[in-house]
């Protein structure tokens, strides 16, 4: 199985500041990436993916991500978070063995 | 809007049960997953699903089989519940082999094991 690690466990924020969540990946050839997320409560749901072309990917509530291939990295950002994004942001990788292998997620608290 | 519905929200079982948890999809997605969720560990793939019938093992199927008698239906069993197997299961499924496809999942069972 791939191996994907996200680099924060517990990121806390006040509303309006930027986030960014690190996610690498360990293998060289082609692959898919996930970003997920768990709001409280509800089940876990698709925020945006990347299977090629342009490297920047945008998803959904101003989400967005950037494929970097040299550093095995698919770090998700988002300029300004609101209270609402409080959530489980979990990175998620499939290769060609059709498995979908996921980070251990980061919790994001955004403090009013 | 696919649904992906599993059984029960909650549930409790003794060491040593045989325990049954149920996921069903009304979408006709081929694809059927079986998950379980712990703090810090993220999401792990106990067993997988192509067809009907048809079952491949994850990265942690020990402990467990799963059973996919029907299109829209993929059980997990646990054949002898132990306490190292409390967690959250969650199942998924998507439409079909395309490794684009995303995955769509239920509202998990919490599973304790006393």
Known sequence: AQSVSQHNHHVIL????????????????????FWYVQYPGQHLQLLLKYFSGDPLVKGIKGFEAEFIKSKFSFNLRKPSVQWSDTAEY?????????????????TVTVRA | DVKVTQSSRYLVKRTGEKVFLECVQDMDHENMFWYRQDPGLGLRLIYFSYDVKMKEKGDIPEGYSVSREKKERFSLILESASTNQTSMYLCASSPDRDLYNEQFFGPGTRLTVL
């Open chain 1, 90 to 106: 979990f990175c998620a990788v499939t290769s060609n063995d059709y498995k979908l292998s996921f980070g251990a997620g980061t």
């Open chain 1, 14 to 33: 006040s509303e309006a500041a930027s986030l960014e969540l690190g996610c690498n990946y360990s293998y060289g050839g082609t692959v898919n990436l």
